[in-house]
């Protein structure tokens, strides 16, 4: 079974910052089956990337995703109030068929 | 509009049983695979389960392997999940989500319900 790593656990940031949040495989994942989610208090998780840099329907372009194989990259350019929430990587893995989810990084407000 | 709603979550004794719910609408049910998520109170993300298009695969997490059953009734654009034998550790948000790509793809989740409570305790 895939483990995913997020690091760092919180980030603390001010708006306007950029912010880089890491998510690594403990084996090669495919590209295609790489996603990022934001999810904010009391609401349920949103797709932001999808196939390690597509991003989702309404998704803004200051969010961004990069990487392959085991490292994998979620990018917010300049932080807007409404972006400070906790983010998690997912990848589907075939063998055994299966979903897994990082443990989440929290951008906070500095 | 796509829409998820769960329902079925309730306070439940440890070897309780339970039968979660998610009805969906706005898109074709039949079309695509669906997922069960958890989220334990203040903890992050756990898949629980997916099932296929037609129901004719389903996968578990090793957590709920054995003690948990999902299916659909797709007349019904309805989702399921039976969970017996339940534990504290149980206890978490059971969010249906419906996968993104049709067919036998299982890859992302592009909705996502607002969530379903079950609490296994005493």
């Known amino acids: 079974e895939i483990v995913l790593t997020q690091s760092p656990g919180t980030l603390s940031l001010s708006p306007g910052e950029r912010a880089t949040l890491s998510c690594r495989a403990s084996?090669?994942?495919?590209?295609?089956?790489l996603a990022w989610y934001q999810q904010k208090p009391g609401q349920a998780p949103r797709l932001l990337i999808y196939g390690a840099s597509s991003r989702a329907t309404g998704i803004p372009d200051r969010f961004s995703g990069s990487g392959s194989g085991t490292d994998f990259t979620l990018t917010i350019s300049r932080l807007e109030p409404e972006d400070f929430a906790v983010y998690y990587c997912?990848?589907?893995?075939?063998?055994?068929?299966?979903?897994?989810f990082g443990g989440g990084t929290k951008v906070e407000i500095k | 509009e796509v829409q998820l709603v769960e329902s079925g979550g309730v306070v439940v004794q440890p070897g309780g049983s339970l039968r979660l719910s998610c009805a969906a609408s706005?898109?074709?049910?039949?079309?695509?695979?669906m997922h069960w998520v958890r989220q334990a109170p203040g903890k992050g993300l756990e898949w629980v389960s997916l099932?296929?298009?037609?129901?004719?695969?389903?996968y578990y997490a090793d957590s709920v392997k054995g003690r948990f059953t999902i299916s659909r009734d797709n007349s019904k654009n309805s989702l399921y999940l039976q969970m017996n034998s339940l534990r504290a550790e149980d206890t978490a948000l059971y969010y249906c989500?419906?996968?993104?790509?049709?067919?036998?793809?299982?890859?992302?989740?592009?909705?996502w319900g607002q969530g379903t409570l079950v609490t296994v305790s005493s």
């Open positions: 099932i296929s298009w037609d129901g004719g695969s389903t």
């Open positions: 997912q990848q589907y893995g075939s063998s055994p068929p299966g979903v897994t």
């Open positions: 706005g898109f074709t049910f039949d079309d695509y695979a």
């Open positions: 084996q090669s994942v495919s590209s295609s089956y």
């Open positions: 989500a419906k996968d993104a790509i049709g067919g036998y793809s299982y890859t992302h989740f592009d909705y």
